[in-house]
């Protein structure tokens, strides 16, 4: 038995014991990007061009991770971000995540295609934030509006960066986007290979449907189903005015996720945004986009204090997560990182990495001489030269 067998300290402990749990096709979809995944790498990977500035002999007992994120009060700046169909991969998982979340003292974020509904990861005791795709129901998108609000969602993520799907080619080779007769008996082989998932999630964490879009979709008990009727909704006619649009019916704090242009991040502001989530959806969409991280300077520098600034994308550690916040990033998100955990580990799994990420972000503080969040500034931090 490995060290990693005992004590999972990294994010790539949880990833390794995720990889061996789940069948082949959900890790893939988790794990994987789109086309050669060169900006899913580079999200990771373009942290290493940024240096934080270590500073000695500075009076830093007291230090604190504490801060607010989208007006609510946090115990450090990140939230766990949106990701669809969660609950694959630990039974009712977006609720384990939301309980573990909860326990940090940070948000978390529903995805609209989440297992668990609304309701359900509402009644952990804490409502999350949530995120919306624009569907070409525009009926459907009120609805599922008044139901996060009468939840007690305060905070909307709305995703622009999905006008159509990105070419996933793990999850082609997997036979989840099809296959046929091959394609088929390729998930039967991985079910089969993955004897804890399916019986623990499988079986035992029915029901596997889109919990928010149950009442809409012809089959509700069909991912297939779901899959046909999401392709026909997602909206690729979606422009600002439809920004204006959502901003008048939702009275809560609202967020773009999906910018990486300062052009598009003062389009965000000009339309009424609270907040933009400087993002490439995790390197899914568009091979070969920059990455969230090298975007993200000329972003804060544009908008300035006066509008809220979030970070997605390839956050490991919280040395990652003090980078983000000295280049100007008011709070990050993390994705890809607390799913593996849940995979892994259920609810105190994500709890301890969530610790894990507190700790490391405290020792950074220390060691770059401050106490208190916004004392984060550029001159923290220095990018090396090419």
């Known amino acids: 038995m490995s060290i ?11 990833r390794r014991r995720a990889r061996r749990r789940l069948p082949r096709f959900l890790f ?19 942290f290493g061009r940024y240096h934080l500035l270590q500073r000695v002999l500075r009076d830093v007992e007291g230090v604190n991770t504490a801060s607010t994120l989208a007006g609510q009060a946090v115990n450090m700046p990140l939230a766990l971000a949106p990701v ?4 694959m991969y630990a039974r009712r998982g977006e609720v384990q995540g939301a309980r573990a979340a909860r326990r940090a003292g940070i948000p978390f974020s529903l995805s609209t295609l989440g ?13 999350p934030w949530f995120q919306l795709y624009m569907l070409r129901d525009r009926d459907i998108v009120e609805q599922l509006l008044a139901r996060a609000a009468a939840a007690g969602c305060d905070t909307l993520l709305f995703t622009v960066d999905l006008p159509m799907a990105g070419m996933r080619l793990r999850d082609y080779r997997n036979g989840m986007l099809g296959g046929g007769i091959p394609g088929k008996l390729s998930y039967l082989a991985q079910l089969a290979a993955s004897p804890v998932w399916a019986v623990d999630v499988g079986l035992r964490g029915k029901p596997h449907c889109i919990g928010n879009l149950r009442e809409v979709v012809p089959d509700p008990d069909d991912l297939d189903a779901y899959k046909a009727f999401i392709d026909t909704q997602f909206d690729p006619t979606v422009t600002w005015e439809d920004i204006a649009w959502l901003r008048g019916i939702w009275k809560g704090k609202l967020f773009i996720k999906g910018v990486l242009e300062v052009d598009d991040a003062r389009a965000a502001v000009d339309t009424g945004a609270d907040g933009v989530v400087v993002s490439n959806h995790g390197g899914r969409q568009l091979d070969g986009v920059a990455s969230s991280i090298s975007k993200l300077g000329a972003i804060s520098a544009a908008l300035g204090a006066q509008t809220e600034i979030l970070l997605d994308g390839g956050i490991r550690s919280g040395i990652d997560l003090a980078k983000a916040l000295a280049l100007g990033a008011n709070g990050v998100l993390m994705g890809r990182p607390w799913v593996y955990a849940v995979a892994a580990g259920g609810e105190d799994a994500v709890a301890n990495l969530l610790d894990l990420f507190q700790r490391e972000l405290l020792v950074a503080m220390a060691l770059l001489g401050i106490r208190s969040i916004d004392e984060f500034s550029p001159e923290l931090i220095e990018e090396l030269v090419k």
Do not use: W
Not at 4 to 14: E, N
Not at 28 to 43: H, M, Q, R
Not at 115 to 127: K, L, P, Q
């Open 4 to 14: 990693y067998d005992v004590v999972p300290v990294t994010v790539g402990d949880y």
């Open 28 to 46: 893939d979809y988790l794990d994987g990007a789109a086309n050669d995944e060169v900006t899913a790498a580079a999200n990771e990977s373009d």
């Open 84 to 87: 669809g169909m969660a609950g």
């Open 115 to 127: 297992i668990c509904t609304v309701e359900e990861v509402a009644a952990t005791g804490r409502a």
